[in-house]
């Protein structure tokens, strides 16, 4: 096959490149289309591999072979030094297009191909007008030509979003590094969840697991023939960013149970512990002795209860952190001990201690609009 014959398209997105090599494909029936997703400007690497996943779906949906480049993350930190605070489609934002423009030239280069271009042609926060100059320039240095196109002109917009719904994919809510995205969060007053992860890794709401998983199930579902929906919930998400159980002048082990509200230091009362009744994540009555703090909010329980309430078997506190249960099960938890709409701090810890502890508990809550799937089932 001849050089002429092939395009290499840089990938940023599934989003931006899904309508984008659709509308290549028909203004250049007789091209053999080559993705190159490269793009170490995403962050953290959770949400890279996501992106990932969805373009491979969607290069598979098209008939489009794919080529993952090197995700040089550190090299990309390095050649945007100094432009951390550029505001977005700044110099910052320049220097990134230049970065994945320049290595889609150098592989174009390697495979004898001549033309190349990119996706972000297609995304409507992205200045047209720059990429089509830089574009050019690389191009020339290397022999090349660089294609530019409009596809979002004359409704091309609206029809990218509207094949994006269509089929499915993922859209993501930032550009994605992750200076742009902490700015974003700060003007709304938000975290950026997206750069937070858990320590054991659990699959909470809003979290990277929690999106690569719903993404994940959908492909199963397409795999299986399985009818599904994607949809968005609105939730209240908790993050604990800080806690720390102090008995006397020693650090104890401890596990905050979600939606705990913050706690600054305070020293609690006696802890008064009253034998109860209460429902296993099974619905099974469990005998347990819950631990009240007089003149506070605070609740206890030891990791002996936690376990007969979560059917788990964790030695301790830490051994909990470490290997946390299931989000649901610990939302469980809280709706059996206080209720669902509870924000008591909840403890769980080694033994249960009966005298003041001082607790500090950094708590963040932020209502966030989270994808999730519904999936088709039958009653047995």
Same mark, same amino acid.
């Given at each position: 096959?001849?050089?002429?014959?092939?395009?290499?398209?840089?990938?940023?997105?599934?989003?931006?490149? +899904? +309508?984008?090599?659709?509308?290549?494909?028909?203004?250049?029936? &007789?091209?053999?289309?080559?993705?190159?997703?490269?793009?170490? @400007?995403?962050?953290?690497?959770?949400?890279? &591999?996501?992106?990932?996943?969805?373009?491979?779906?969607?290069?598979?949906?098209?008939?489009?072979?794919?080529?993952? #480049?090197?995700?040089?993350?550190?090299?990309?930190?390095?050649?945007?030094?100094?432009?951390?605070?550029?505001?977005?489609? #700044?110099?910052?934002?320049?220097?990134?297009?230049?970065? *994945?423009?320049?290595?889609?030239?150098?592989?174009? +280069?390697?495979?004898?191909?001549?033309?190349?271009?990119?996706?972000?042609?297609?995304?409507?926060?992205?200045?047209?007008?720059?990429?089509?100059?830089? #574009?050019?320039?690389?191009?020339? +240095?290397?022999?090349?030509?660089?294609?530019?196109?409009?596809? *979002?002109? @004359?409704?091309?917009?609206?029809?990218?979003?509207?094949?994006?719904?269509?089929?499915?994919?993922?859209?993501?809510?930032?550009? #994605?590094?992750?200076?742009?995205?902490?700015?974003?969060?700060?003007?709304?007053?938000?975290? /950026?969840?997206?750069?937070?992860? @858990?320590?054991?890794?659990?699959?909470?709401?809003?979290? %990277?697991?929690?999106?690569?998983?719903?993404?994940?199930? *959908?492909?199963?579902?397409?795999?299986?023939?399985?009818?599904?929906?994607?949809?968005?919930? %609105?939730?209240?998400?908790?993050? @604990?960013?800080?806690?720390?159980?102090?008995?006397?002048?020693?650090?104890?082990?401890?596990?905050?149970?979600?939606?705990?509200?913050?706690?600054?230091?305070?020293?609690?009362?006696?802890?008064?512990?009253?034998?109860?009744?209460?429902?296993?994540?099974?619905?099974?009555?469990? %005998?347990?002795?819950?631990?009240?703090? *007089?003149? &506070?909010?605070?609740?206890?329980?030891?990791?002996?209860?936690? %376990?007969?309430?979560?059917?788990?078997?964790?030695?301790?506190?830490?051994?909990?952190?470490?290997?946390?249960?299931?989000?649901?099960?610990?939302?469980?938890?809280?709706?059996?001990?206080?209720?669902?709409?509870?924000?008591? /701090?909840?403890?769980?810890?080694?033994?249960?201690?009966?005298?003041?502890?001082?607790?500090?508990?950094?708590?963040?809550?932020?209502?966030?609009?989270?994808?999730?799937?519904?999936?088709?089932?039958?009653?047995?």
């Amino acid at each position: 096959m001849q050089k002429h014959q092939k395009m290499l398209v840089h990938i940023c997105c599934s989003v931006d490149s +899904h +309508h984008f090599l659709s509308e290549l494909q028909k203004l250049y029936p &007789d091209k053999e289309m080559i993705g190159y997703f490269y793009n170490p @400007n995403i962050h953290p690497k959770s949400e890279y &591999d996501l992106r990932l996943l969805d373009v491979e779906r969607s290069c598979k949906m098209l008939g489009v072979r794919l080529i993952e #480049g090197e995700y040089e993350t550190n090299k990309w930190f390095a050649e945007v030094k100094g432009l951390e605070q550029e505001p977005e489609k #700044g110099a910052r934002c320049i220097k990134c297009f230049d970065s *994945r423009l320049e290595k889609t030239a150098q592989i174009a +280069h390697q495979m004898s191909i001549d033309i190349f271009t990119s996706t972000l042609l297609s995304s409507p926060l992205k200045e047209q007008q720059i990429l089509f100059a830089e #574009g050019d320039a690389i191009a020339r +240095h290397y022999g090349l030509d660089f294609l530019k196109i409009d596809v *979002r002109s @004359n409704g091309g917009t609206q029809r990218q979003s509207e094949l994006a719904n269509k089929d499915r994919l993922y859209k993501q809510t930032y550009c #994605g590094c992750q200076f742009a995205l902490s700015k974003q969060r700060e003007t709304r007053k938000e975290l /950026p969840l997206e750069l937070m992860s @858990n320590i054991g890794k659990q699959i909470a709401p809003g979290s %990277n697991e929690q999106r690569k998983a719903i993404f994940e199930l *959908r492909d199963k579902c397409e795999q299986e023939s399985r009818e599904y929906a994607l949809y968005k919930q %609105n939730k209240i998400i908790w993050r @604990n960013l800080r806690s720390v159980c102090i008995d006397g002048e020693e650090v104890i082990s401890s596990y905050i149970i979600t939606h705990s509200r913050s706690k600054d230091m305070i020293k609690t009362s006696t802890i008064t512990y009253i034998p109860q009744s209460i429902k296993d994540i099974e619905s099974k009555p469990q %005998n347990i002795e819950i631990g009240y703090a *007089r003149r &506070d909010d605070s609740v206890f329980i030891d990791i002996h209860d936690a %376990n007969k309430l979560l059917g788990t078997h964790y030695k301790n506190a830490q051994d909990m952190l470490y290997h946390p249960p299931k989000y649901e099960d610990e939302f469980a938890l809280r709706a059996a001990l206080c209720g669902m709409d509870s924000i008591n /701090p909840i403890i769980i810890i080694d033994r249960r201690i009966k005298h003041s502890l001082k607790i500090l508990i950094q708590a963040h809550f932020q209502e966030s609009s989270i994808f999730a799937i519904a999936v088709h089932s039958k009653i047995v």
